[in-house]
């Protein structure tokens, strides 16, 4: 079997190819059947291959890199390009997906911008009427909740919410296997009068759907996203938007937080240098490298979003997850 | 002056009387020109003010009670609620509010509940279109944000939105003595081209609106709000209200895990033993106490809400707040 190509876009996110030239070897690594195209500036690129530790030298035969200009422009907003469409790293990837030359993309660029060209490049399926970006979110329960949609459209529609429903669904089934995905709706109460007209009727109609595919659960309230007693979590773009990145925030402000708790006074800086392993490991829980890798359903071909401050390590979680959604050809079967 | 009266839901909440009479006389030990009545179950209340410690024994004389009945049963749901009006807690003490033998109101019950019932008995402001409720949340700045809507509307239009903003800014002037409150509109970018259209619509009618009230500082995006750039976040109630749980659930999720960590083998275990006190103010932010009480503005007098599952500090918390806003005549002045 010819090894599954990966497309990556070595300059986007925060740290560019410091980042995502080890992540992408990390994740090779893990992944024997994968291998990938690094678009980017070639000498970056090259003096990080070269840079790559003995432990991961067995990949290196599975890793290219073409060149391919820059990251976009920080105020390159999604209308703009939509108007101009730049060329560079992002650009190249996508081209190449389209052309078939890859079977999925990795890019830790903007949401905004990656969804704009990959509309432009990739294309809908036509099954879908809207596109959704989803992530998984960790709970209690130590199993992920998977959030969607979270910007991808605001201004949803019932039968867009049901879509998604399907989607996410659909993905965790095929990628998470995870048998029969319990899904629910965000609303603002579990009680079945309340809450957005929409979320009624999408509430209607996947009761009335009857799907062997999906358990729905009815109605999910905000704080029992991270309880874990569901495995998709669907919403409007702007509600999954406005919450996950509040979650982010929240998360940050708390670990600056618990770290100044233990630099006040000198009891508290001492416990803090003996407690620094634990805290460690907690600190991890907050960083967005644990399930990173916001996926795009809906577009012909797996793309995935890499956050933009993550660093090897992260990005190697988002290009695992590329290569499970394209192994599974989860493009296709996505309304299945 | 005669004292500031506060008509207190003693039954509601989780701790019902064991947290709301010790709640109102530390709330009164700080607010020398208020006092309480309390209404619900005589026995139990006055259970609870034979055992207020010896430093609170001098606001004694400051809290009356009043046989109420109970609080709500667990599945009253706010439809059946409009419909039933049922006595109780809550009821009398909206009624005392509604008579005019109390200023404020404050209540432990579900938010939906406490809405359905003052509307019904309290009333509406004719100026405001829609009530709102707003509740602080920390940021880094330690300065509070106020969220609003957090579920009093969903479906809000951009005036409503509009409103909004200029009920929060009249809230953190007067009480909490902003002179120029930093408002900002809750949306998935900040790029003016970006978001829902109604959210947009609200956007320039801010900006048309030349307030000498408000500095305006447009779009605030999820992870704004923890970063405290901005004294008033306004939103949908459904965005708000997924945001709010959502960053509650999360901060208990992340509170459970901070101490399992230091649960995990007998290093951990030891030296959590010696970081106990400087874990135990950590984790007092993730819990409800700080900022308890929620207001639910546009209403003709002023009602708190405080968390169902505060404590007796919490509910001080949440009294206070009561008795500030009715000191400025909030409701009166909400709209000017």
């Known amino acids: 079997m010819p090894p599954l190509r990966i497309a990556i876009d070595a300059m986007g996110g925060d740290y560019g190819p410091r980042a995502t030239v080890t992540g992408t070897a990390l994740a090779?690594?893990?992944r024997p059947n994968a291998s990938a195209t690094l678009y980017g500036r070639?000498?970056?690129?090259?003096?990080e291959l070269s840079r790559l530790p003995a432990t991961l030298a067995h990949v290196r035969e599975r890793i290219d890199f073409v060149e391919a200009g820059d990251c976009l422009p920080v105020d390159m907003t999604p209308?703009?390009?939509?108007?101009?469409?730049?060329?560079?790293?992002?650009?190249a990837s996508l081209v190449a997906l389209r052309d078939g030359e890859a079977k999925a993309c990795v890019s830790g660029e903007h949401t905004g911008a990656i969804m704009a060209l990959a509309r432009r490049h990739v294309g809908m399926l036509s099954a879908v009427s809207r596109p959704a970006i989803s992530a998984a979110i960790p709970t209690v329960s130590h199993?992920?909740?998977?959030?969607l949609d979270l910007g991808a459209n605001v201004?949803?529609?019932a039968e867009h919410l049901v879509d998604f429903a399907?989607?996410?669904?659909?993905?965790?089934?095929?990628?998470?296997?995870v048998s029969l995905p319990r899904v629910g709706l965000l609303n603002v109460g579990t009680e079945s009068s309340k809450g957005e007209r929409r979320v009624r009727e999408a509430d209607a109609m996947l009761r009335a759907s009857g799907s062997s595919h999906i358990e729905y659960v009815g109605y999910v309230e905000g704080d029992g996203l991270f309880i874990g007693n569901t495995d998709v979590a669907v919403c409007d773009g702007m509600v999954g938007n406005v919450a996950l990145k509040g979650s982010e925030g929240l998360a940050r402000m708390l670990g600056e937080r618990l770290q100044a708790e233990f630099q006040t006074g000198w009891y508290a800086r001492v416990v803090g240098r003996l407690a620094a392993p634990v805290l460690r490991r907690f600190l991890q829980e907050l960083n967005p490298v644990r399930y990173n890798g916001a996926s795009f359903l809906g577009l012909r071909a797996t793309v995935v979003k890499s956050h933009g401050s993550a660093r090897a390590e992260g990005f190697a979680y988002?290009?695992?997850?590329?290569?499970?959604?394209?192994?599974?050809n989860l493009p296709d079967r996505l309304m299945s």
């Open 28 to 30: 090779l690594a893990e």
């Open 42 to 47: 070639h000498h970056l690129i090259d003096d």
């Open 79 to 91: 209308s703009r390009i939509l108007r101009d469409v730049p060329s560079g790293s992002l650009h």
């Open 143 to 147: 199993r992920p909740c998977y959030m």
């Open 155 to 157: 201004d949803a529609r």
């Open 166 to 177: 399907f989607m996410g669904a659909a993905m965790v089934r095929l990628v998470d296997n």
């Open 318 to 328: 988002a290009v695992r997850r590329a290569v499970d959604e394209a192994a599974m």
